[in-house]
């Protein structure tokens, strides 16, 4: 158990507006997916130009979040994050009346930089509580943003219009609603705590490019690989469904036990299942029982992937907004690279390729964090072979 220290209490009485927040902007960020049909009628374009919106939004979201963690150290906390999330807003609002791509495109790198810019700042605060609950509160965190997206299709179909509109208010009001809270106080190094070396900092992006890379990797491309390997558009439908219905129940799974669980245990068993669904996936070789069985053991494995690398970090050094905002970064960046690999992969050999880009990148990602977890001296530290309390 860790000692409190100032502004623990405080960030506790700002846990339900971060959280409420994170669930806002998992319907904002991923509101382009549903309405990038209309927004394509709108602009008169093809599916190729249109796809130019997710670059605008992921360079914007590493710019976004570079900036937020020098500011978030410097400056006060809640205000850097009431700014980005009114920068966020204003993106939002301005894109039901643009009829250009390049207008988009911007719009779109302005509500990027803003979502990571406070999503660097929500984690940033988050894990000054030097206590025994940060692995569950940044799970919760992490949970709430799963649930907002599986609402972002019903807002757009309802209204793509009022779906930015509604979500630019939303965004807003909890931006300037911080303003009203005390930010919590910077945290002091621990004494369990190593130095925060190059080495550490380039594994750990590196880890989160990797990671993010193949959840969205994956679910962007699982529909063109279920029609490829003989799947119907119904089964089509419900084979994306269930990747994230399994993927939001293994972050349900991460966020509900108050103790017992350890980070470093929880990563490496998550690792463990993605390797075992991505090897059915490929010796499965499109038969319909191996394509179910490998989406589900990905969607639950990748999701305690995101906050529990977090929280074994913040066990190992301190997590300043600098370091935080290197791994969002890291995350923004396998955004904006790996679907397009992946991408080039199926063009090349079909869409079958999935299943080996998976395998590869699953393969890749528990390398990064073998190394990473030497380095950090993990394999040499009973206290993680021990339970602990989240």
């Known amino acids: 158990m860790r000692a409190a220290v100032p502004g623990a209490s405080r960030l506790a009485d700002a846990r339900l507006l971060y959280w409420s927040n994170f669930f806002v902007s998992g319907a904002a960020l991923t509101l382009i997916g549903p309405a990038l049909a209309e ?29 937020a963690g020098l500011l978030v150290d410097r400056f006060n906390g809640h205000r850097v994050y009431a700014a980005a999330a009114v920068v966020m807003a ?56 799963g649930l907002g997206a599986i609402f972002a299709p019903l807002m757009a179909y309802l209204s ?10 939303a965004v807003a009001a909890l931006g300037l609603t911080a303003l009203r809270l005390p930010t919590p106080a910077p945290a002091e190094s621990g004494t369990e705590h190593m130095n925060t070396t190059l080495t550490v900092m380039v594994l750990a992006a590196a880890f989160y490019w990797v990671y993010v890379g193949i959840e969205l990797g994956f679910a962007g491309w699982l529909a063109t690989y279920g029609l490829a390997v003989g799947f119907d558009p119904a089964a089509v439908a419900w084979l994306n469904s269930g990747f994230w219905i399994a993927f939001t129940a293994g972050r349900a799974l991460v966020s509900l036990p108050r103790r017992e669980l350890v980070p470093r245990s929880v990563v490496a068993t998550g690792l463990g299942l993605l390797l075992a669904g991505a090897v059915v ?51 923004a960046a396998g955004n904006l690279t790996a679907p397009w690999l992946i991408g080039q992969w199926i063009h090349v050999s079909g869409a079958p390729a999935l299943a080996w880009a998976v395998l590869v990148m699953a393969a890749t990602l528990t390398a990064v964090f073998l190394m990473l977890d030497q380095v950090l001296g993990g394999s040499s530290r009973p206290r993680f072979m021990r339970r602990e309390p989240l």
């Open 281 to 331: 996936l490929v010796a499965g070789n499109g038969a319909a029982v191996a394509v179910w069985w490998g989406t589900v053991l990905v969607g639950l494995a990748v999701a305690p992937q995101f906050p529990m690398m977090m929280t074994y970090l913040d066990r190992r050094i301190l997590l300043t907004g600098r370091f935080t905002s290197l791994m969002l970064a890291g995350a």
């Open 90 to 145: 204003a993106g939002q609002v301005v894109i039901p009346w643009l009829r250009s791509v390049p207008l988009l495109v911007a719009a779109f790198a302005v509500v990027g930089a803003g979502s990571l810019a406070v999503s660097t700042c929500t984690n940033a605060l988050l894990v000054r509580r030097r206590d025994s609950s940060i692995g569950r509160g940044l799970s919760i965190l992490h949970l709430c943003f």
């Open 160 to 169: 793509v219009n009022l779906a930015f509109w509604s979500s630019a208010v």
């Open 39 to 67: 927004l394509r009628d709108r602009t008169g374009t093809d599916v190729g130009q249109i796809g130019v919106l997710f670059v605008g939004q992921a360079l914007g979201g590493v710019c976004g979040s570079l900036v």
